[in-house]
T-cell receptor
Framework: GNSVTQMEGPVTLSEEAFLTINCTYTATGYPSLFWYVQYPGEGLQLLLKATKADDKGSNKGFEATYRKETTSFHLEKGSVQVSDSAVYFCAPEHTGGFKTIFGAGTRLFVKA | DSGVTQTPKHLITATGQRVTLRCSPRSGDLSVYWYQQSLDQGLQFLIQYYNGEERAKGNILERFSAQQFPDLHSELNLSSLELGDSALYFC??????????????FGPGTRLTVT
C-alpha cells in the first residue's frame, strides 16, 4: 500500500532563513500530492498540491515540485517568517483504495 | 473558516464513560473523515463515510464507532474510554468519495481529555 516518510522535527530556524522539509512516498501509479499545514490550535488546511509529475505547487511563498523519479515532494520556502511556525504534513493521494495517509508531521519553529 | 463544524470543542470525562463527537461537513460535501491526533502530533485516520455509507476504515478501535446521517452530519462514538484515548479528534470533509483526490477540509477539532 501507499506510505509516506517526512523529515522529523522539530525544525528551528531564524526569520528569513531558507526552509526545506523532505517528503518521500511510495505509491502505485502517480498520485496527486498535497502539503497541509496546521497552525497552533487549529485544524489542518491545504497549503499546496501538485497533480502530475513535474508540476510545482505553490502558495504563500511555499513551493513543492512533484518528482516522479525520486518519488519526492519536498516543501521549500526561501525566507520563513515567525507566522510560518506550524506543523506541516505531507499527504499523497491514496491510490487503489480509499484510506487517507498523512505523514507524521514536521513541526517548524521560526525565531524572530 | 473551513466550513466544517465540530462540537463540542472540549470534552472532559472519566475512564469507562462514553462520549459522542459531532461533525457537520461543508455544504455539498458528501464525504466525511474522522482522525485522531495524539500529543506527539501524529494524525491517524479512523474512518470515512460517503453519503451515509462506510467507505474506508483505518486504525479504529472496536470501542469506537461512527455513522453518517441522511443530513450528512456525522457522529463518532467513543465508549469504555481509557486514558490513552485522550487526544484531538478531527473531522474533515471532501467533495470526492476517494478523498485525497481533492483536498480535505478540516474542522477545528474536539479535544477529549479522559481522567
Amino acid at each position: 500500500g501507499n506510505s509516506v516518510t517526512q523529515m522529523e522535527g522539530p525544525v528551528t530556524l531564524s526569520e528569513e532563513a531558507f526552509l526545506t522539509i523532505n517528503c518521500t512516498y511510495t505509491a502505485t501509479g502517480y498520485p496527486s500530492l498535497f502539503w497541509y499545514v496546521q497552525y497552533p490550535g487549529e485544524g489542518l488546511q491545504l497549503l499546496l498540491k501538485a497533480t502530475k509529475a513535474d508540476d510545482k505547487g505553490s502558495n504563500k511563498g511555499f513551493e513543492a515540485t512533484y518528482r516522479k523519479e525520486t518519488t519526492s515532494f519536498h516543501l521549500e520556502k526561501g525566507s520563513v517568517q515567525v507566522s510560518d511556525s506550524a506543523v506541516y504534513f505531507c499527504a499523497p493521494e491514496h491510490t487503489g483504495g480509499f484510506k487517507t495517509i498523512f505523514g507524521a508531521g514536521t513541526r517548524l519553529f521560526v525565531k524572530a | 473558516d473551513s466550513g466544517v463544524t465540530q462540537t463540542p470543542k472540549h470534552l472532559i470525562t472519566a475512564t469507562g464513560q462514553r462520549v459522542t463527537l459531532r461533525c457537520s461537513p461543508r455544504s455539498g460535501d458528501l464525504s466525511v473523515y474522522w482522525y485522531q491526533q495524539s500529543l506527539d502530533q501524529g494524525l491517524q485516520f479512523l474512518i470515512q463515510y460517503y453519503n451515509g455509507e462506510e467507505r474506508a476504515k483505518g486504525n479504529i478501535l472496536e470501542r469506537f464507532s461512527a455513522q453518517q446521517f441522511p443530513d450528512l452530519h456525522s457522529e463518532l462514538n467513543l465508549s469504555s474510554l481509557e486514558l490513552g484515548d485522550s487526544a484531538l479528534y478531527f473531522c474533515a470533509s471532501s467533495a470526492n468519495p476517494t478523498g485525497a483526490t481533492y483536498e480535505q477540509y478540516f474542522g477545528p477539532g474536539t479535544r477529549l481529555t479522559v481522567t
